[in-house]
């Protein structure tokens, strides 16, 4: 963004979503409980959008008649992408870099998002994602003694030791996540989005993932090892910390109560297309536990029903694009749906890469992407000064 | 609407809105304070005609893969278009009658609802708007005494008779909304829809307001004959009630809660390209009015940051039509906006003639208005069908 201002000498705001960062509208009390929350969801979001345009425009010297566009990417994105479709009047277009607007109800199959993650540790060692597939199991017979726990607990290094069946879910839910993270910021270049990591990490991830044909206990040493590329880059951690994802510091809170409300994203695993194991969607269970947690359930279909799934056509102006690697363009828009809502794919791109600074790694289909972007953009403003100089 | 629905084999959905008739969220405790009303929004509306759609589409059989249209008059036009704005993959179109979506804000002179009122009765009688003009200071000038209230509260057969000053500008409202809603209903045949009404009323009104040269007792008996075609077309009512309003039975409350929280629209009369008392528009009044009434403050701003106010030319397929007697068509959009945002006005018509049923005494331009209506609807329909096709 920083690099496609300059170029086209646009003024950058980031605005912050509200119940995010600082903007709590009831400060501490803000996550209290659902009456608090209720003002957390997109359109309330999009709206607070609106009104800081019309602000900057009416405060900002110069800005009073400029066009705006729209840049976002994830859950930003999807942001990017709505604000273009419910107030076109204030944005000349978006662009929605790795926005899942689609992983909602059946618009794509539950488990492409796995399917995704996994692909990329097939892709990135022998072996590497069958390894993993192979670990699950061999912590469920690891962990069926209590040595074998104390065992587990010391070779993972973790900080607080396995003491129940419950833990041992955890672990798998943790490691799990760290796979899907791993995926999402696989970036060929050293970085620091999610956690400190090196260039391609999912590569030097997999150097460690070489063997599933080994003992139990050799495997997941083997896994340690690759944990260890992803929370201990930095060599400075003494343990590894399971009640700390590396997400949090993205507003995990918010997001859940978001997710429990509107954002309804069905995942599904089934062992066999990818390599964890096989869970299915269960909407019931998902929604009693938003009922524990907040006291609210989800509503599935509103985020379609709002935003028009599919049936996304009648709109203009909006760039989606998405690196082949990021398990999150399983749910976006991947190929064009009209002439002005195009897609962009990054073959060798993880999550939202395009929205990164330039870097000397970066390989030609995200530079291709980004000056695409850009000529999208200056169409678009051109064809905004035609149409003020028509009304004239 | 049942015309058109014949001939384009329809099924026609009458959307209640919520907090009106019987649509009401709390029941009895709907109106009860701010908390309770807070969902009384048009976006919550939009949102529950996008659910009832869904939910038609998934239970009426054969509903399923069928194209909508939405419709609607006055506030139900501004819906019906905002409704093809907002959810452009629910609806294929949108026909908005005599909707005022621009009477927010500066977009429209704030003069030009009177304006329309009063040039209704300068063209349906000689002398007609002058009587009324002359009016105001005759009622000023006849109860500036105790005798004077008394004798005009009898020559105008009110049910409760005048005590204060305060009354005397409750009367002026009351006769200035009479004049008002007659500008409305102005049709070209016998009917009810505020009232039961004569045929052109206003044509009826102004024969009785022939003389503004009279002295003032003489104006205000003729002020009485005028508005007694208003209040008591049948002949049965035996004193006129100040306390009962026209509009009363269309859910006045919900639209005063409304005009004071999003519907903000300035009004305001000069008495001289109006025929009415000098009145500016005063957000300041008007906001203290609903602080007093409601517990709210409005936001003026709210509905054209949300709804575009002039800048809606990215969306497409809303017909925009206006009858030229109509007060709200100041306020409408009555020049084709895009070739796909179109304006018809109708000369002869009133408060959204279009709507209504076929009549004999209906004027060429309405019925053009609706043979052009159902063209473009038409239209939009085989658009629909023909991008179905492409999808396959």
Chains 1, 2 share one sequence.
């Not at 993205?250 to 509107?262: D, H, I, R």
Request: charge should be neutral; hydrophobic fraction near 40%; proline fraction near 6%.
């Amino acid at each position: 963004m920083w690099d496609m201002a300059e170029e086209l000498k646009a003024m950058l705001v980031f605005a912050e979503h509200r119940y995010y960062g600082e903007s709590l509208p009831f400060g501490a009390n803000s996550f209290k409980d659902s009456t608090h929350l209720n003002f957390l969801t997109s359109e309330q979001a999009l709206a607070d959008f609106a009104k800081l345009i019309k602000h900057l425009k009416r405060t900002v010297p110069g800005a009073k008649n400029q066009p705006v566009i729209a840049l976002g990417g994830s859950y930003g994105g999807m942001l990017a992408a709505w604000f273009r479709m419910k107030y076109p009047h204030m944005v000349v277009g978006a662009l929605a870099s790795s926005a899942p607007i689609w992983q909602f109800e059946d618009l794509v199959p539950c488990g492409v998002f796995m399917e995704i993650v996994t692909a990329d540790f097939r892709k990135s060692g022998p072996n590497c994602s069958e390894s993993i597939r192979r670990s699950w199991d061999a912590i469920r017979r690891l962990t069926s003694t209590g040595p074998g726990l104390h065992w587990l607990s010391e070779a993972l290094h973790l900080c607080s030791p396995l003491t129940n069946s419950q833990d041992v879910e955890h672990l798998k839910d943790w490691i799990t996540e760290t796979w899907v993270n791993l995926a999402m910021v696989d970036y060929p270049y050293e970085s620091n989005f999610l956690q400190p990591l090196p260039a391609w990490p999912i590569k030097v991830v997999c150097q460690y993932l070489k063997n599933p044909n080994v003992s139990d206990p050799q495997l997941l040493q083997n896994i340690f090892q690759a944990l260890n590329v992803y929370y201990n880059y930095s060599g400075q951690v003494k343990c590894l910390n399971m009640s700390e994802t590396a997400t949090r510091s993205l507003g995990s809170l918010g997001w859940s109560y978001q997710a429990c409300t509107e954002m309804v994203m069905p995942f599904c695993t089934n062992g066999i297309d990818d390599m964890f194991e096989p869970h299915s969607w269960n909407l019931k269970e998902f929604s009693d536990d938003c009922f524990k947690q907040w006291g609210v359930r989800p509503r599935p279909s509103w985020i379609t029903t709002m935003y028009g799934g599919k049936n996304i056509s009648s709109h203009t102006n909006i760039i989606f694009s998405n690196g082949d690697l990021d398990p999150w363009s399983g749910g976006g828009v991947t190929e064009n749906v009209t002439d002005t809502l195009v897609a962009i794919t990054i073959p060798e791109g993880a999550h939202h890469l395009d929205l990164r600074a330039n870097n000397a790694f970066d390989p030609t289909s995200v530079l291709l992407a980004r000056s695409l972007e850009v000529r999208y953009m200056k169409q678009w403003i051109k064809n905004f000064y035609a149409s003020l100089r028509k009304k004239r």
